[in-house]
């Protein structure tokens, strides 16, 4: 991994070693400590959805000091962009940060995209298995949350405020009843109410522990959004070693939608190697199984 900074100190002896001082071997730590410090990350977008892409981002890592002696996640501050063969692209930057010996989550991020889709339809109303609406969807907003963690036990309660400007353009001549006009451009907001167990060993790459998600926005009129409607989220993960540097995960979800959800919220089957968007329907439940060898 390749690591950039732009501090310029005036003498080679003050900047960050790239050493570990306890046994010499290389290691980034006290470089991403400093102000300037960031790792440049180009990850490979292989949706079928979207085509073949890479996102970059610079990634500024925070660490935080131990909590009683219990390791306390990082504050990561990224800003990047991404683009794909078929004209997706867009720009982020958000924080999200861990306070008060990590009992405290905050997150928050701002976004611009453009992003090219197709839509078959909702369950059995899709129109013929091959027939999809070429669709862009152009969105900018942001999210502003924050979350708790009240007890011992690995448990956060929180909240979290959603506002984009969305703007649908049809590629293709309508599917007949397959999109409703009103979908077309819309100011979305949502307060959504927010419960997470994490018991992982590690957010990134976990080899055991559990990780339990309810969140459930609430789209109103009083949040400044044009329309009103709910969506609801559970997913639970589950990670366990197999054997020496192979590890076992397995991950299950349920989403439902209202009515009035426009028809790019509603939710779809998310698995590896299934097109994104392909399989929607008002409510739809999913079960994924991985190895992993580290």
Same mark, same amino acid.
């Given at each position: 991994?390749?690591?950039?900074?732009?501090?310029?100190?005036?003498? &080679?002896?003050?900047?960050?070693?790239?050493?570990?001082?306890?046994?010499?071997?290389?290691?980034?730590?006290?470089?991403?400590?400093?102000?300037?410090?960031?790792?440049?990350?180009?990850?490979?977008?292989?949706?079928? !959805?979207?085509?073949?892409?890479?996102?970059? &981002?610079?990634?500024?890592?925070?660490?935080?000091?131990?909590?009683?002696?219990?390791?306390?996640?990082?504050?990561?501050? !990224?800003?990047?962009?991404?683009?794909?063969?078929?004209?997706?692209?867009?720009?982020?930057?958000?924080?999200?940060?861990?306070?008060?010996?990590?009992?405290?989550?905050?997150?928050?991020?701002? &976004?611009?995209?453009?992003?090219?889709?197709?839509?078959?339809?909702?369950?059995?109303?899709?129109?013929?298995?091959? &027939?999809?609406?070429?669709?862009?969807?152009?969105?900018?907003?942001?999210?502003?949350?924050?979350?708790?963690?009240?007890?011992?036990?690995?448990?956060?309660?929180?909240?979290?405020?959603?506002?984009?400007?969305?703007?649908?353009?049809?590629?293709?001549?309508?599917?007949?009843?397959?999109?409703?006009?009103?979908?077309?451009?819309?100011?979305?907001?949502?307060?959504?109410?927010?419960?997470?167990?994490?018991?992982?060993?590690?957010?990134?790459?976990?080899?055991?522990?559990?990780?339990?998600?309810?969140?459930?926005?609430?789209?109103?009129?009083?949040?400044?959004?044009?329309?009103?409607?709910?969506?609801?989220?559970?997913?639970?993960?589950?990670?366990?070693?197999?054997?020496?540097?192979?590890?076992?995960?397995?991950?299950?979800?349920?989403?439902?939608?209202?009515?009035?959800?426009?028809?790019?919220?509603?939710?779809?089957?998310?698995?590896?190697?299934?097109?994104?968007?392909?399989?929607?329907?008002?409510?739809?439940?999913?079960?994924?199984?991985?190895?992993?060898?580290?």
């Amino acid at each position: 991994m390749l690591v950039l900074s732009s501090h310029a100190g005036p003498a &080679a002896a003050e900047r960050p070693s790239l050493r570990d001082p306890t046994d010499g071997a290389f290691d980034l730590s006290a470089l991403l400590d400093t102000a300037y410090g960031f790792v440049p990350i180009v990850s490979p977008i292989t949706e079928p !959805a979207v085509g073949y892409g890479a996102a970059g &981002a610079l990634v500024f890592i925070d660490r935080n000091a131990p909590d009683d002696g219990k390791p306390v996640r990082p504050n990561i501050a !990224a800003v990047g962009g991404f683009a794909t063969e078929n004209g997706t692209d867009g720009l982020f930057g958000g924080h999200v940060g861990h306070w008060l010996g990590g009992r405290l989550r905050t997150v928050a991020a701002l &976004a611009d995209a453009d992003v090219n889709l197709e839509f078959f339809g909702l369950g059995d109303r899709s129109g013929g298995a091959d &027939a999809g609406l070429d669709y862009t969807i152009g969105a900018s907003g942001g999210v502003l949350g924050a979350s708790y963690r009240p007890w011992s036990a690995p448990v956060w309660i929180g909240t979290r405020y959603v506002v984009a400007e969305t703007d649908v353009r049809l590629r293709d001549a309508p599917l007949e009843g397959l999109v409703d006009p009103a979908d077309m451009a819309l100011r979305l907001a949502a307060l959504a109410a927010t419960v997470t167990f994490d018991s992982r060993d590690n957010s990134f790459t976990p080899t055991r522990g559990f990780y339990l998600d309810a969140s459930m926005p609430w789209f109103r009129d009083g949040f400044g959004s044009d329309r009103d409607f709910e969506l609801l989220d559970l997913s639970a993960q589950y990670f366990h070693p197999l054997a020496d540097r192979w590890f076992g995960g397995v991950r299950a979800g349920w989403r439902d939608s209202s009515d009035g959800t426009p028809f790019y919220l509603r939710p779809y089957v998310g698995l590896r190697g299934v097109q994104a968007m392909r399989y929607q329907g008002e409510e739809v439940a999913e079960v994924e199984a991985e190895l992993r060898f580290q």
